[in-house]
C-alpha cells in the first residue's frame, strides 16, 4: 500500500506549550523546536502572522530512499540534511563574497566567509532583473559594479566549481532514477540583504513551461541561513495549487503565440512573472500555512516544479546576508525545456 513506510511519519501540528512549540520527530529527523511567536518574521507588506507559520521536515542523508521519495511525493519538497561535503560550500562562500566586494556590499574590516552587509540601502542590492526593473532601479552591468559583479559570478571558476560537486549528482541519480541527469546551465546565484524585497510567491514550471513538468529543483544554500535569515519557505503541500494555477494559464492563453504561450512573462501572467509578491495574503487565501526552517552548510532542499513558494525578508541578528543558489536537473534522454540550457543573464525572458 504507498505510503505506508510514512504512515506513522506524517508532520505533526505546532502545539506551543508554556511559550514553547514541541514536535514529534522521528530517527531520519526531528522538528525544529523554536516558537514561531519568538521570530521576527516580515513579508514585504507586514509581520508574518506566527499561526501561519509552520515548519519544513528535516531528512537525514542516510534515510532509506524510498522513505525520501514517499516524502518528496507526499510534501512536493525533500530537506535533505548534510546531503554536500561542508569544505566546497564553505569555499564557494568565501570565494562569491570575496568576488563581490568592490561593491561595498560587505561590512568594512570583516571576513569575506561571514557574509556581514555593510548596512547601505538595501535597495542598492536588489537582485539584477525583474525586481529591479519593477521598482525603476538602474540595472545596468556597464556601470552598476554590484550588478556587475552578480552577474559575472555565475561563470567564475568558484561557482563552476560549485555546481559539479559530485554528491549532488549522485543523489539527483539515484533518487529519480535517472542514468543521466543533466544540470540546467541557467541557474540562479542569489544573495539577499538584510531587510532588501523577498523572493516572491511563484511555482518553477511557470518558467520552465516549454518542456513538461519534470524537472527536479535543487536549492542549495551556501553558508548557514537562519530561521529568520530569509531561506526558502514553501505553501504547505501547494503541488496541487501550481498545477490548478497553471492549468488556468493555459486555459486563458489561446490569443497568444506558441512563444507567448511558453513564457512566464506574457500578458495574462502578473508583471515580473510571479503570483504574488504579498506572502501573508497568498497564504491565507489558500488557508495553508508557509513551512520554514534554519538550513546548515551542506543541505539541500529539493522541490517539485509545482511547489509554491517563497521568502521572507532577510531579518537575520547578526547581519548575514543569505546566499543560496537554484540549480535545476532534468533527464537528459527525455524532453525538455532547452531554453535553459544557456547561462543566466538579466531580463533574458526566463
Same mark, same amino acid.
Given at each position: ?8 511519519? =506524517? ?7 508554556? @511559550? ?7 530517527? !531520519? ?7 514561531? =511567536? ?13 499561526? /501561519? ?5 528535516? /531528512? ?43 561593491? @561595498? ?10 557574509? *556581514?552587509?555593510? @548596512? ?12 529591479? $526593473?519593477?521598482?525603476? +532601479? ?7 559594479? !554590484? ?39 541557467? *541557474? ?20 520552465? $513551461? ?46 497568444? *503565440? ?14 515580473? @512573472? ?27 532542499? &529539493?522541490?517539485?516544479? !509545482? ?20 540549480? $535545476? &536537473? ?7 525545456? /532547452? ?7 538579466? +531580463?533574458?525572458?526566463?
Amino acid at each position: 500500500m504507498p505510503g505506508v513506510v510514512e504512515e506513522s511519519l =506524517r508532520q505533526q501540528p505546532l502545539p506551543v506549550n508554556g @511559550g514553547k512549540a514541541s514536535f514529534k520527530g522521528d530517527k !531520519y529527523g526531528k522538528y525544529h523546536p523554536a516558537d514561531p =511567536r519568538k521570530l521576527d518574521l516580515e513579508s514585504n507588506f507586514g509581520p508574518m502572522d506566527p499561526n /501561519t507559520i509552520g515548519y519544513l521536515q528535516p /531528512t537525514s542523508a542516510d534515510t532509506p530512499i524510498d522513505i525520501m521519495r514517499e516524502r518528496f511525493d507526499r510534501d512536493g519538497y525533500l530537506h535533505v540534511k548534510g546531503l554536500l561535503p561542508v569544505e566546497p560550500v564553505l569555499k564557494c562562500r568565501a570565494a562569491y563574497f570575496s568576488h563581490m566586494s568592490p561593491s @561595498g556590499l560587505l561590512q568594512p574590516g570583516s571576513d569575506p566567509i561571514s557574509g *556581514t552587509y555593510s @548596512g547601505a540601502n538595501p535597495r542598492k542590492y536588489l537582485p539584477p532583473g525583474n525586481l529591479r $526593473r519593477l521598482f525603476g +532601479l538602474k540595472d545596468d552591468p556597464e556601470s552598476d559594479k !554590484y550588478v556587475e559583479l552578480m552577474i559575472s559570478a555565475h561563470e567564475a571558476d568558484f561557482y563552476i566549481n560549485f555546481c559539479k560537486i559530485p554528491e549532488l549528482r549522485e543523489f539527483v541519480s539515484k533518487f529519480n532514477g535517472w542514468s543521466n541527469p543533466t544540470m540546467l546551465q541557467r *541557474t540562479m546565484l542569489r544573495a539577499f540583504v538584510p531587510n532588501s524585497e523577498l523572493t516572491p510567491v511563484h511555482f518553477d514550471q511557470m518558467y520552465l $513551461r516549454a518542456g513538461p513538468p519534470t524537472s527536479l529543483t535543487a536549492w542549495v544554500p551556501i553558508g548557514n541561513i537562519s530561521l529568520e535569515g530569509g531561506g526558502l519557505m514553501y505553501l504547505e503541500k501547494s503541488t496541487d495549487i501550481g498545477k490548478k494555477t497553471e492549468d488556468g494559464f493555459a486555459a486563458n492563453a489561446s490569443n497568444l *503565440t506558441d512563444e507567448e504561450r511558453v513564457s512566464a512573462f506574457n500578458k495574462n501572467m502578473h508583471d515580473g @512573472g510571479f503570483l504574488s509578491r504579498d506572502t501573508v495574503a497568498y497564504g491565507k487565501e489558500a488557508s495553508r500555512k508557509w513551512l520554514m526552517t534554519e538550513y546548515e552548510v551542506g543541505d539541500v532542499i &529539493f522541490h517539485n516544479p !509545482y511547489m509554491v513558494h517563497a521568502s521572507c525578508k532577510n531579518k537575520d541578528p547578526n547581519g548575514a546576508i543569505r546566499l543560496a543558489t537554484d540549480l $535545476r &536537473f532534468v533527464d537528459s534522454e527525455k524532453p525538455y525545456d /532547452t531554453r535553459w540550457m544557456k547561462v543566466y543573464r538579466p +531580463l533574458d525572458g526566463l
